[in-house]
Structures are given as C-alpha cells and as structure tokens.
C-alpha cells in the first residue's frame, strides 16, 4: 500500500519462531501483542492490518484507492475490508495449526494426532475453504478488482489471504482469483516492494 501511494518509509523484518510460529519477542517493544503488521508514523503506533491500511489512505490517498463514499462500490470496498481477516482468514489459520498439529505432535501419539486433523480437514477445515474462496471466485466474476474497476485498500486487504490459499494446497479451481493475482503481481508497486521485502511468505511477520 506504501509503494502504491508513493510515501517513503522503512521496512523491518522480524521472523517467527520455526517451533511455535509465533512472532519474534521484540515485535512487543513496538506493540503490546507482539503481532504484525505494525505501522509507526511519528507517535501513532498502528497495528491490524485493515486500520493500517485505512489510516495510510485517509492520511496520504488524497481520495485514491478508496471508492466514493455512498455508493456500491463503497459497500463493496467496507465488506472486503472486513471479510478478509473477519471471514477469510479462520479457515487459513485453522488449516496451518491443525497442519502443525499433524507434522509436529510427540512421536507415540502422532498417529492419533494425523487421524484428528486429518478428520477435522475433511469435515470442517476443507469444506470452509471451498465455501469461502469459492465465494471469493464468484465475486470476482463480477469486476476486476474488488470493489470495482480500480484497485483500492480492499484490494491490498485480500491479498494475504488469497496468497494463502493458494499456498496452502487446492481449494479447486480458480481462474478468476488466479487472474486478479496476476493483476496484482503485474502492478509496479507490487515488484518494488517484493524487491525491498521479498516474496510473501504465509508466517513472516513484518
């Protein structure tokens, strides 16, 4: 989103711990949760990526990537603000520790601990995966972006969780979703910061 509106800023990494996944520690010098993605801009301190986004084009979009106000592509841009990590993402997680469940549990009771997961994935986890991204599919049958014809911050929202599921195996398939993904991959802004940050990893805290 930085790279999109041309505002200059610093990027720090911080790695998750390979045996818990959870953030690095000192992630909580700079929020008390200890999670990312967190935003400093002079004194204000922002965390949870959908405030972010909403603070930087309120702040710096000077009326960008934010439809206009009372229209439906406006109610479109606040749903998938929203939905992204209010919807999208529970199965993802789900899936990832339910996953670690399976691969990491004590030797003697792993056969128990695959039969678990792999009960709850085929019971829950996958049919919640293909309900939601096929959801997701759908909607973008209707337009190119979103919230319509122009990328906006709803855009920059779905990203992780669409990168996700298609990380984290097959949820079917899906060619509108692949397209938007290489709509977004296509955009300048996205390759500048893949040259400053990387490519998306699903458990790298920024």
Same mark, same amino acid.
């Given at each position: 989103? @930085?790279? $999109?509106? !041309?505002?200059?800023? *610093?990027?720090?990494?911080? &790695?998750?711990?390979? /045996?818990?996944?959870?953030?690095?520690?000192?992630?909580?010098?700079?929020?008390?949760?200890?999670?990312?993605?967190?935003?400093?801009?002079?004194?204000?301190? @922002?965390? $949870?990526? !959908?405030?972010?986004? *909403?603070?930087?084009?309120? &702040?710096?979009?000077? /009326?960008?990537?934010?439809?206009?106000?009372?229209?439906?592509?406006?109610?479109?841009?606040?749903?998938?603000?929203?939905?992204?990590?209010?919807?999208?993402?529970?199965?993802?997680?789900?899936?990832?520790?339910?996953?670690?469940?399976?691969?990491?549990?004590?030797?003697?009771?792993?056969?128990?601990?695959?039969?678990?997961?792999?009960?709850?994935?085929?019971?829950?986890?996958?049919?919640?995966?293909?309900?939601?991204?096929?959801?997701?599919?759908?909607?973008?049958?209707?337009?190119?972006?979103?919230?319509?014809?122009?990328?906006?911050?709803?855009?920059?929202?779905?990203?992780?969780?669409?990168?996700?599921?298609?990380?984290?195996?097959?949820?079917?398939?899906?060619?509108?979703?692949?397209?938007?993904?290489?709509?977004?991959?296509?955009?300048?802004?996205?390759?500048?910061?893949?040259?400053?940050?990387?490519?998306?990893?699903?458990?790298?805290?920024?």
């Amino acid at each position: 989103m @930085l790279e $999109e509106l !041309g505002v200059p800023y *610093e990027l720090k990494l911080y &790695k998750r711990d390979p /045996g818990t996944m959870l953030a690095d520690p000192e992630l909580k010098k700079v929020h008390p949760l200890g999670k990312s993605p967190v935003v400093t801009d002079g004194d204000d301190v @922002l965390a $949870e990526s !959908g405030a972010i986004l *909403e603070y930087l084009v309120e &702040k710096y979009g000077e /009326g960008r990537f934010v439809p206009k106000r009372e229209t439906p592509s406006y109610l479109r841009y606040r749903y998938w603000m929203h939905y992204a990590e209010g919807s999208a993402m529970s199965p993802l997680l789900m899936k990832l520790v339910f996953d670690q469940v399976r691969t990491k549990a004590p030797f003697l009771i792993r056969p128990i601990a695959k039969a678990i997961s792999a009960s709850v994935t085929k019971m829950f986890i996958g049919p919640q995966l293909k309900t939601h991204f096929g959801f997701v599919e759908a909607e973008l049958a209707k337009s190119a972006w979103f919230a319509g014809d122009e990328l906006t911050a709803a855009d920059v929202q779905m990203s992780y969780p669409i990168e996700a599921s298609f990380a984290r195996g097959s949820i079917g398939e899906r060619p509108n979703t692949a397209k938007w993904l290489e709509r977004v991959h296509a955009r300048p802004a996205y390759q500048r910061a893949l040259e400053k940050g990387g490519p998306v990893i699903p458990g790298q805290s920024t």
